[in-house]
């Protein structure tokens, strides 16, 4: 076998099979309100060509242009033809880009390691469950990983098109989402932290490659914040968008603040209501990984340890928290687990034990990716399905299908203080309306009212309705009212 | 002349149960649960007043629990969270460890009072830690452990039929602590059987108890 095969084909197999794994059954988990909203959002974006930013309860633009092809190639032109399938395509493909890249970025540990890095990730349980997810946070880490690997060999090669590179990938980084300089301004510190102990660079101009990479980054986050030149005022939107996002942090009223050992717990050993959530080996692996990084002067894993604590520290300083921003300490914490690995690896035997280390860790995240991916998707005990809709939200369309094919030109209303993701649901359908308040009049071919309205929406109702009861996510029960025959 | 005597025996025992003293069914109530931060959710709205609060059922004088206990078999017969014996162990408290889970879709349990009985009431207890609403719940009782003859379904409110059992029209309802009792009428039956079609919260069937109230039939 040629030498390059042999050299690139674990990595790639193994990228194929994370994509398998990311994509496959696409469409079983129901909904979360926040996919469903954005891809009423893509979905707009495909069947008018308009995209606006808004800086006020969405992020960047890069998730909804990276739908619009996948669109197009499963033959896909309006929001009422997009399905869950095709959105969700964008965040697995992300995510085996991702573990193809952590390959590349955990190179220096050796052959073996950096597959066995890259295989850490390709596991990992928030790493595939929010690669089946339509959210940005998977294209953000993905972009994260392949500004470093550019920046890497830009570092190493000297060469100006690696740090134009890397400034794209800057630049779809703070596309993806405004988040972004959190993890660039980590990595560079985690550089620094390490400096001295490392090769110095090989670009001889470094301040012009610099200025190379700014522009790079600048014109592609222009280039999407802009809606590709049509919405300019977007780029002043983007850059406007961190003084409200700060006070909504600063104001702690979220209803996301959550402790500051929140991630440890994630990454550690949690049961919840009878069912065990853990990646307590694969964290044990990695703390290793930070022992042979304090032991060694590996440049790589020392810079991995120091990314990963500032990430760490910055997320769980924060009291506003979401389970998918753990995907950002994946990438670390997988190059450490791997270098622990490979500390192991000095002798036949040791390697043999390394080998069956790897294997044994690698098959425990594998048991909780499948249990909290498939097992448990939507399942609110499983602490990567946050706030998730209930498997109910699948019924509500057939239920207005009937309703309107009983009461064809009637109208369909939903009344409830959130409705999301039903939007999603019931796209494509011109008769359906949503109130926050219970209007005037409710009467309709199908009332879909919250529990918390439904007495209000009841009284004003003039004919006579049967109801049924379905939930819109756990704790939350939505009553239909449908005219009696 | 035989036939005569035997519409008089009828008669006779009918009058005799209708003059049976009747007194308050009363339940061992578990204290209200609530875990994490309270929903948007009202209770009351879900059924009509007259129903949710019609004081407590009346059953007749000595009718004691009998479930306890006893012996439950379901269609999951290997749950993966919780024991059958969850469902007649006296534990009402809704904590972890005091139900079971059965799988998704349509599913049901069974329970064999160990002989035939006059029941008057059966009380149920699904999940209470979070508000939420049971799918095509249906309660039957019959002396056939297979439930193909002698059924007589004592609640149902699938209104879709999707136990395929039957649309009902009694009403869907919210769990509480105080779960719900259904007045099962003096049916005699020596086997309970208890469907449901998952819940608003998701796709899975749960029992923290059921009791059977009654008297055996000697």
Redesign the interface.
Known sequence: MPRTLSHWLPLVLLTLAAFWWRSRDLASRPMHADEANQAVKAGELLESGRYAYDPHDHHGPVLYYAAVPIAWIRGQRTLAGLDEVTVRLVPALAGAASVFLLGLLAAPLGRWPSLAAAAFLAASPPAVYYSRYFVQETLLATFTLAAFVCARQWWSSGRARWAAAAGACAGLMQAAKESAPLFALAGIAALLAIRGRSDGPAPRRPVRDALIAAGAALAVAALFYSSLGAHPSGLRDALGAYGPLAARLGAGDTGHEKPWWYFLRLFAWQRNGGVVFEQAAFSALALAGVATALATRAPLLRWAAAYSLLVLLALSSIAYKTPWHAIHLVPGFSILAAGAIAAMSRGAASRIAAAALTIGVLGLLVFQADRVTRVYGSDARNPYAYVHSSPDVLKFRGLADAALSRSPGGLVRVISEEYWPLPWYLRGMDNVGYWTRPPADCDAALVIASAGLADEVHSRLHGTYDRSYLGLRPGFVCIVFTPRR | MLRILAILLTLGSLGAAQAEDLVPLKLELPKPLFVG?P?????S??EPETAASAGPLMVPAGTTLLSLNKSVTSSDTSP???ELTCVTDGDKSGD??SYV?LGPGVQWVQIDLGGPARIAAIAVWHFHA????Y?AVVVQASNDPQFKTGVTTLFNND??NADGLGKGADY?Y?ETYKGRVIDAKGVTARYVRLYSD???????NHYTEVEVYGKPVN
């Open positions: 931060t929903r948007p959710i009202k209770v709205n879900l993966v969270i919780g972890e460890g889970e979070q508000a939420r609403v799918h209104d879709t869907a919210v998952g819940n608003t919260s998701d796709e899975l």
